[in-house]
């Protein structure tokens, strides 16, 4: 399996901050990559698929970048709905997520 | 606007198999991209896939969980269901249906249901 490894496990920040999260794969998975914000209680929410293309309806203030083996996702401009937990996910089978970013409150 | 529901019992014994069903509505369980996910999370974790099931049956399961998982559909009732045999107390977490749909840019995971927490307990 393909091990997705998350950093930073946590990361606080203020309102109007711009965070990066980084997500590495163990092997090479090309752009097959997506991110998903959770919620406490929520299923999570499809932000970004193929490592760049933002879903419909997400705010442009999310951005992802890379392929191969190295992945970011950016938010700009911190809003009090992005505070929550970030999660990469691989699709090749089988399909593997990271264990999660969570951004709080500074 | 395709909507999820998990059902099924909440508590389950050891040894046990937990059964659970995803009722889809808002779209068809029979549409030619859409393949119907099983997804689990535990505590503090990313999600875990567990498998999918297309319409025709076709299915794909998780290595770790092929051995204890089944997944069937039942198109006229537009639902699938998922079957995880011999449980223990790692099983209990939360159970999430989805929907895959396959295109030119990859898998893409818009719709869950809410999910529902499963717990293995006597």
């Known amino acids: 399996d393909i091990q997705m490894t998350q950093s930073p496990s946590t990361l606080s920040a203020s309102l109007g901050d711009t965070v990066t999260i980084t997500c590495r794969a163990s092997?090479?998975?090309?752009?097959?990559l997506a991110w998903y914000q959770q919620k406490p209680g929520k299923a999570p929410m499809l932000l970004i698929y193929?490592?760049?293309t933002l879903q419909s309806g997400v705010s442009s203030r999310f951005s992802g970048r890379g392929s191969g083996t190295e992945f970011t996702l950016t938010i700009s401009s911190l809003q009090p709905d992005d505070f929550a937990t970030y999660y990469c996910q691989q699709y090749h089978s089988p399909w593997t997520f990271g264990h999660g970013t969570r951004v709080d409150v500074k | 606007q395709v909507q999820l529901q998990e059902s099924g019992p909440g508590l389950v014994k050891p040894s046990q198999t937990l059964s659970l069903t995803c009722t889809v509505s808002g779209g068809s369980i029979s549409n030619v991209d859409a393949y119907w996910n099983w997804f689990r999370q535990f505590p503090g974790e990313g999600p875990e896939w567990i498998g999918y099931?297309?319409?025709?049956?076709?299915?794909d399961y998780s290595p770790s969980l092929k051995s204890r998982v089944s997944m069937s559909v039942d198109t006229s009732k537009s639902h699938f269901s998922l079957r995880l045999t011999s449980v223990t107390a790692a099983d209990t977490a939360v159970y999430y249906c989805?929907?895959?749909?396959?295109?030119?840019?990859?898998?893409?995971?818009?719709?869950w249901g809410q999910g529902t927490l499963v717990t293995v307990s006597s």
């Open positions: 092997q090479s998975i090309d752009s097959w």
């Open positions: 193929k490592a760049s």
């Open positions: 099931i297309y319409y025709n049956g076709n299915t």
């Open positions: 989805a929907r895959a749909q396959w295109s030119t840019l990859g898998w893409i995971i818009q719709h």
